[in-house]
């Protein structure tokens, strides 16, 4: 068991004081997007534990942005693209930099709150709809953009109240023609299926599945990698035409975790790559560590707990080798305590 520093992304995206809060951090004019853990190159705080690279990369993000329009590549596609980008003499921390990695990105996301996010598309006609506004995007006016918004405001403003559950893609276009006001690509998201998870509810996010995160905080775990496609909503590099040849195009597509166990202490959530245990309330004498083999990250994030002996409490962070067991005494001084396991 060793204790581990988190680190942050201070993407523009984030938050100005959920993560400082739930880290105990000093507020510095700053947004904190996610909270890495793993060893990948852009962020490592568990190599110096582990003499190998971990198989999985676990974040804890605060959305208070639209995240990027994106896809993320499968193994295939990001080993070729990456030793392209090698061989070619692109920097790893190039600006126009794709392939950062020679690794897959498949993900799955609990949510923590209620969480907005768009997953997939809504037809087998979205492909065309996505390239007809990729394409001509430099062609298509403010004043267009401005009588779509305020068509979308009038539908969702005459809606009902039992009926706004069905107007979710419209209420996250208008979110992102507030947090980008000059981007067209904000139309994508009406062809877009487009979730309100309620917390503890999950996605999981195939390797090539359209997707943009619109507001909430989550749990993410995914395959140790950084590899990502964008279409827009961001100011960082984008490449469409990726998007129009990875992405998948399919409707109504599942993307629910394989399996959602719950029981007295916790509630599992399991991909097909790899899992995360949520613990709450008082768990004494509950054993965690031997449901689930390989390496594991324990993140407290409320209350305290007894954790094989050790105090721990919100803000804490653990690194346990596989075959250390986690057993939990707890709470503490709060009586709805909470953390969470990532593990393979």
Partial sequence: MHKVKPIFQNYNWGSQSVLQKLF?????????A??????????DNISEFFGAELPYLFKILAVEKCLSLQVHPNKKTAK??????????????A?????????????????????????????????????????????ISKKYLEDITQKVAKKIEDAKSNELNNLLSEQAFLYARQDYPDDPTALLLLEMNV????????????????????????????????????AGLTKKYIDPELILKYGIFQPL???????????????????????ITIVEGNAKGAKFGKMHKGPKILVCLKGEFVVDGEKISQGDCFFFH???????????????????IAHL
């Fill in 95 to 139: 600006q126009n930099r794709v392939f950062r990695d020679p690794n897959a990105k498949p993900e799955m996301t609990v949510a923590l709150t209620p969480f907005l996010a768009a997953v997939g598309v809504k037809s087998d006609k979205s492909k065309q709809k996505f390239a007809e506004i990729l394409q001509n995007k430099d062609s």
């Fill in 253 to 275: 597509i599942s993307y629910e975790p394989s399996v959602i166990a719950k029981n007295k202490f916790s509630t599992d959530y399991i991909s097909p790559n790899f899992g």
């Fill in 322 to 340: 596989d075959g250390e067991n986690i057993e939990s005494f707890g709470p503490g001084a709060c009586d709805e305590g909470k953390f969470v």
């Fill in 34 to 43: 996610e909270v890495w853990f793993g060893t990948h190159k852009k962020a």
């Fill in 195 to 230: 979730v309100r998870l309620l917390p503890g509810e999950a996605i999981f996010l195939p390797d090539g599945v359209i997707h943009a995160y619109i507001r909430g905080q989550c749990l993410e775990i995914m395959e140790n990698s950084d590899n990502v496609f964008r």
């Fill in 80 to 93: 070729e693209g990456f030793d392209k980008e090698n061989v070619s003499g692109l920097p790893l921390d």
């Fill in 24 to 32: 105990g951090l000093e507020k510095n004019g700053l947004p904190i």
